[in-house]
Each structure stands twice: as C-alpha cells, then as structure tokens.
C-alpha cells in the first residue's frame, strides 16, 4: 500500500478488542517514534507502556475519556525529557511527529489507536499518580490495541481551503 493510503486511512479508534497486542508490536510502534525528526536531532520524547489493568482504571479517572482507556489494552505515555529540552516550540512538534509515527505504524500493524490529549488537563496529578520525576513532563497518553471498530473514511477540509492566497507581486 502507499504511505498516502495509509495516512489517509488511519483513523482514531476507540474501542479495542480484550487481545493485548505481543511485545514486538509495542516494540515496533515505539521504534517508529524514536525515528521521528527532532530540532537538532535532540529527540526529547520518552516512552512510558502500561499495560496493568489497575493502573489503566486508575489512569482513566484522570479524563472524561475513561472509556477509551478502560477499552484499550495498552496505553502509551509520550512524555517530553525537560530537562534534555533544548527549544520548547522545536521538542514540542518533534513530539508531534513521533505520535504521528506511532499511530501510523500502529495502522499499518494492524492494530488501532487514539492520541489522547483532553487527560492533559490534569496532568500534574496523573504524573503525580505516576510517580514521574519532574524532568518529564506528559505530552499524550496514546491508547493502543486491536480495534473493535469499523473503519470509517474520516473527514477532512479540502486542500483549496487550507491554500493561502500569496500576494502575486
Ligand atoms: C493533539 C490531539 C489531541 C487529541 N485528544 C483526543 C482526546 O482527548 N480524546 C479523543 O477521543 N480523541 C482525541 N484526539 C483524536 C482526534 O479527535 C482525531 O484525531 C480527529 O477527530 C480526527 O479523526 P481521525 O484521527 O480518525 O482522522 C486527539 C488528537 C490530537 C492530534
């Protein structure tokens, strides 16, 4: 398939089957992150795979998409390393990229996945919860597993509305 196809077809699942996806498949979408681009090649993201149950019910108080973290069997949190930041703006994106890396390996594997970003909203307890030092600072909770979801085609603007309009002199 083309990468074009594969982008396109990727979809934020939030549902999963109970099947916990082998550790060559955390193995795999993790090293698809740690491919992503960073500023200076400095890349900030740090992984951190739960998998516990307990944990994962505990986790999903922190966001009002519980469900999504109870469903899915593996969650993934994308943390920035602080104290190794070398431009927040730069490490920020590069994050950005290594999500979007996970996610798409993760669809071409075969397995489902949503970026979680509202649980940021309390994320200084979630660390807290954690146990997290404070060199790292949480950017994503990633939810992972075999989709139990039909895939549906998306919905984007068309390209001729994200053009700007050069000035033609
Ligand atoms: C920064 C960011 C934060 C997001 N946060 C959430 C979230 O908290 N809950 C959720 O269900 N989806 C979340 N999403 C998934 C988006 O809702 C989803 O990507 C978007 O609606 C487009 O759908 P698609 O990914 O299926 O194409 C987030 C996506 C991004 C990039």
Redesign the pocket.
């Known amino acids: 398939m083309e990468m074009l196809d594969y982008i396109r077809q990727r979809?934020?699942v939030?549902r999963y089957k109970d099947a916990v996806p082998e550790e060559g498949y955390i193995e795999k979408i993790l090293e698809a992150g740690r491919w992503a681009p960073s500023g200076l090649n400095n890349q900030p993201w740090r992984f951190l795979v739960i998998k516990d149950k307990e944990r994962k019910a505990a986790i999903s108080k922190f966001t009002k998409?519980a469900k999504?973290i109870e469903s899915a069997p593996v969650l993934v949190i994308v943390c920035m390393d602080v104290a190794d930041s070398y431009n927040r703006d730069k490490d920020l994106m590069a994050i950005g990229a290594c999500i979007q890396n996970i996610l798409l390996e993760a669809h071409s594997l075969d397995m489902g996945a949503?970026?979680?970003?509202?649980?940021l909203n309390n994320k200084g307890r979630l660390s807290k919860y954690l146990g997290l030092d404070d060199d790292f600072e949480i950017m994503a909770v990633l939810a992972v597993g075999f989709s139990d979801e039909e895939l549906t085609e998306?919905c984007r603007k068309p390209l001729m509305k994200l053009m700007i309009k050069a000035d033609e002199n």
């Open positions: 979809r934020a939030r998409y999504i949503c970026w979680l970003g509202e649980i998306g």
